[in-house]
């Protein structure tokens, strides 16, 4: 017999993003899943973004499911509760109109999810922080480290490190556990606060969405965000005993954490310690990243016909860093990321593992053998790949990037091609 093919709902609440919605809608549409529906409701904007929409979903050439309607001003949490009543899939994605989805995405997640016990709710990944021109900044986990602790409720009181837009949830246990609260701003982490007293989540480490950060984003507006997590805390009051470690925590205050401890709170403090510690240090969770210096390597180690430099899975290569290999190859492994304005040489050829992330102005590569990019890369804005260039299937390319040679199965997105 074939193997079913689960139905994804993909729901996207929009309200005044008529400059970033035609780019969430066709990361969408470039999903490998073959099994999608897709569900948008405009939330009273008063910008052009309903008509954008409408001319966006008017030129969809894939098979699904779609559903568009407006209404007046509800607020997100109503908005999603709406859009989850209408879906039909068998997991369930929510997308806010101004991010974007790799084109992967919502296939990994779903083999990972499907080949999860019963008690997995939800599988998450990484992904990158990116500004309004689509040039990204850093890694979504290092703004957000994953916690090393178990108990993902507890975790889930300190702070919510899990991505809105980097979730596959099973339909049935989200509306099992209440569905999306619509009195809550902070619907993400209220739902996950619903379904961790019960069920876990797991998280990959590939980097698979863009999460676009701008000055209208309502994280934004600290004043919002206050009331929205008195909300929040009204509806799980265990919240309240980690208020002043909270802040203290968002302060940076090591010593205003230590003396909130208490004999109640002292499992709960710990947390807030690591945590902080996490922000400091850049660590997360089952992760060990390289550090590269500035420093440029002048005498690479040299084997039989020159031997290659290989830098391993996970590294970092400064902002501005210089690095020049030669007689061998410079080969980066999976999951690198290359600082903004970094630049990478190597004679006979330079080759960056799949799932890397190339920042904002980073030059790559030479004219001499081509550039190798692995699957899945996000290439930021402005950044140049030089001729010869071998992009992997999935790369994602922001705007104002200039690549030269050979493409694959790039995607651009908010432009029509390469510059």
Same mark, same amino acid.
Do not use: K
């Given at each position: ?20 919605? #035609? ?59 709406? *859009?989850? !009543? ?16 790799? =084109? ?9 999810? +499907?080949?999860? %016990? ?5 599988? %998450? ?55 999306? !609260? ?36 309502? +994280? ?21 005993? $980690? ?5 203290? /925590? ?18 709960? $403090? ?6 902080? /510690? ?7 969770? %089952? ?5 590269? #210096? ?9 084997? #039989?016909?020159? *031997? ?39 004679? =006979? ?20 053998? !081509? ?15 030089? #001729? ?16 030269? %040679? ?14």
């Amino acid at each position: 017999m074939p193997e079913r093919i689960p139905l994804v709902s993909i729901i996207i609440p929009a309200h005044n993003h008529a400059a970033f919605v #035609a780019a969430a809608l066709q990361s969408v549409v470039a999903q490998t899943h073959p099994r999608l529906e897709l569900i948008v409701i405009d939330d009273g904007s008063t910008d052009a973004t309903a008509a954008v929409i409408e001319q966006s979903l008017s030129q969809i050439s894939r098979e699904m499911r779609v559903v568009f309607h407006r209404q007046e001003n509800c607020g997100l949490g109503a908005t999603l509760q709406r *859009a989850l !009543a209408l879906a039909t899939g068998e997991f369930v994605q929510f997308l806010a109109s101004d991010d974007a989805l790799f =084109p992967e995405m919502t296939a990994r997640l779903v083999a990972v999810l +499907s080949q999860a %016990g019963e008690g997995i709710a939800a599988a %998450g990944c990484d992904g990158y922080v990116v500004d309004a021109r689509g040039g990204a900044s850093r890694v979504f986990s290092d703004l957000h480290p994953i916690p090393f602790g178990r108990d993902q409720h507890r975790e889930l009181m300190v702070g919510n490190w899990l991505p809105a837009m980097g979730m596959l949830y099973r339909r049935d246990i989200v509306l099992q556990e209440g569905g999306i !609260a619509p009195e809550l701003v902070y619907e993400d982490w209220g739902l996950l606060l619903a379904l961790t007293r019960r069920y876990r989540v797991i998280q990959i480490p590939d980097r698979l969405f863009a999460y676009r950060q701008h000055g209208e984003n309502i +994280s934004a507006d600290g004043a919002r965000m206050r009331l929205a997590l008195q909300a929040l805390t009204r509806r799980y009051p265990e919240m309240a005993e $980690a208020r002043d470690l909270r802040l203290a /925590l968002a302060r940076g205050d090591m010593r205003g954490i230590l003396g909130g401890i208490s004999p109640s709170s002292l499992g709960l $403090a710990a947390r807030f310690v690591l945590r902080l /510690l996490q922000r400091r240090c850049g660590l997360s969770a %089952g992760r060990l990243t390289a550090r590269l #210096a500035e420093a440029v390597p002048r005498r690479p180690g040299r084997g #039989a016909g020159g *031997a290659q430099i290989t830098i391993g899975r996970g590294c970092r290569i400064h902002p501005e860093a210089r690095l020049q290999a030669g007689p061998g190859a410079l080969v980066l492994g999976d999951h690198c990321q290359i600082g903004a304005g970094a630049r990478l040489v190597a004679g =006979p050829g330079l080759s960056i593992g799949a799932g890397s992330f190339i920042a904002e102005g980073a030059s790559l590569g030479g004219a001499e053998a !081509a550039t190798r990019i692995g699957g899945g890369c996000l290439i930021a804005a402005r950044s140049r790949i030089e #001729a010869g260039s071998d992009l992997g299937e999935a790369c994602v390319i922001l705007p104002g990037s200039r690549v030269a %040679g050979r493409l694959a199965d790039g995607v651009w997105l908010g432009t029509d091609g390469p510059i």
